[in-house]
């Protein structure tokens, strides 16, 4: 079977989080992975950085895509935000999910949304390109490495962190909103909630390791 890991350009004024990052352009927004959710707030968290912070929670104050935010805490680089989306706001997890791909990475670029993706096949990165074009977005393909195998031993992954990937993925863990908890994975795995999201952020640091090492590499040279 043949697998692609795909970066993608998304730019549309509906996106989530879109006039935020336009009112404050200093901002660096990245969802952080593997943080979970808090199911009664249905928060989800991301990594902030603003050289003024002010200005960005204005643009979240009219942020149309924007239900409610909190500033969580303070880190050595900026703010770690929980936001919750109005119903109204376009979000592509969904749709990511439903091609049986997995979201390596997020960041915003100015106003538009850099997503590095790993996906079963070229026919689920039409999909995605076909799903742009249909909510207006504008979709632009930066880059397309095919892999091999997306199984154990070619991304190096245990029986066990494959195990919870499969299971969150099937459970709609990776789904934006989120379908299911930390705990509610953690759960069916039949592990306690730390075991979990330790085997989740080891798993997808081995999928970022196999599949985007080299472009990492390539990138920073």
């Not at 195998?149 to 299971?167: F, K, V």
Request: hydrophobic share 40%; charged share 25%; with cysteine.
């Amino acid at each position: 079977m043949s697998d692609i890991t795909a970066t993608l350009r998304l730019e549309s004024p509906t996106l989530a989080l879109t006039e935020t990052v336009a009112h404050d352009r200093s901002a660096t927004v990245r969802p952080l992975t593997g943080s979970g959710t808090v199911p009664a707030r249905e928060g989800y968290l991301f990594a902030v950085e603003s050289a003024d912070f002010d200005r960005f929670e204005a643009g979240l104050e009219r942020d149309p895509t924007i239900e409610a935010f909190e500033r969580v805490t303070a880190t050595d680089d900026g703010a770690v935000y929980r936001f919750t989306y109005e119903p109204s706001a376009t979000i592509v997890s969904p749709i990511i999910s439903a091609v049986d791909g997995i979201s390596i990475e997020w960041r915003n670029d100015g106003t538009a949304w850099v997503v590095r993706l790993w996906l079963p096949d070229r026919a689920a990165l039409s999909a995605l390109w076909e799903y742009a074009r249909a909510q207006g977005i504008e979709c632009t393909i930066r880059r397309v490495t095919d892999r091999t195998e997306p199984s154990g031993p070619a991304l190096g992954l245990t029986d066990a962190q494959r195990e919870a990937l499969t299971t969150a993925l099937a459970m709609g863990y990776f789904e934006e909103p989120r379908a299911a908890s930390l705990t509610e994975v953690a759960d069916e795995l039949g592990i306690s909630q730390p075991a979990a999201g330790g085997r989740l952020r080891r798993g997808v640091k081995r999928i970022l390791t196999s599949t985007i090492g080299d472009d990492l590499t390539e990138e920073s040279a």
